[in-house]
């Protein structure tokens, strides 16, 4: 893939928040489902967890998407460059930033340490979030 901006080639999409254990997965989780091939999904921590996030696993399965298998990985400056638009999720100023990238800041609650029943509200306000992002960045004549 190349890093011109051409609409004809498939938009891609990073995920950044602290752990890349709860917010960035469920969201890179969602995107994957409900936009499929239409947009290349990344998720990323600035310092990520062992782990991700049971709750958020739990939380994500009651909707249909299984994102167990998912492994925090760590922000790399090659991860923002290969991204068109990236979306931070309370990781503050350690998201590297490019010229010709869009950056989005979604201020949503952070899932560490709550249970499932906390993190339902937050997994719901992050669809709702992709689903917007969907409509803004895949072409009318690529959504199903």
Request: include cysteine.
């Amino acid at each position: 893939m190349t890093a011109d901006s051409s609409t004809d080639r498939t938009p891609s999409v990073l995920f950044v928040c602290v752990h890349n254990a709860g917010r960035s997965q469920m969201a890179a989780g969602f995107l994957t489902a409900l936009a499929g091939d239409r947009v290349e999904v990344r998720s990323a921590g600035s310092a990520p967890a062992d782990a991700v996030n049971p709750a958020a696993v739990a939380a994500m399965a009651e909707v249909g998407i299984d994102i167990s298998a998912q492994n925090p990985k760590i922000l790399t400056v090659d991860a923002v460059q290969a991204s068109d638009v990236v979306i931070t999720m309370g990781c503050g100023d350690t998201c590297p930033v490019f010229p010709g990238k869009s950056y989005r800041d979604w201020v949503l609650e952070d899932p560490a340490g709550q249970g499932v029943e906390a993190v339902r509200p937050i997994r719901d306000e992050i669809k709702v979030k992709v689903e917007a992002l969907i409509a803004e960045i895949v072409p009318d004549d690529a959504r199903v």
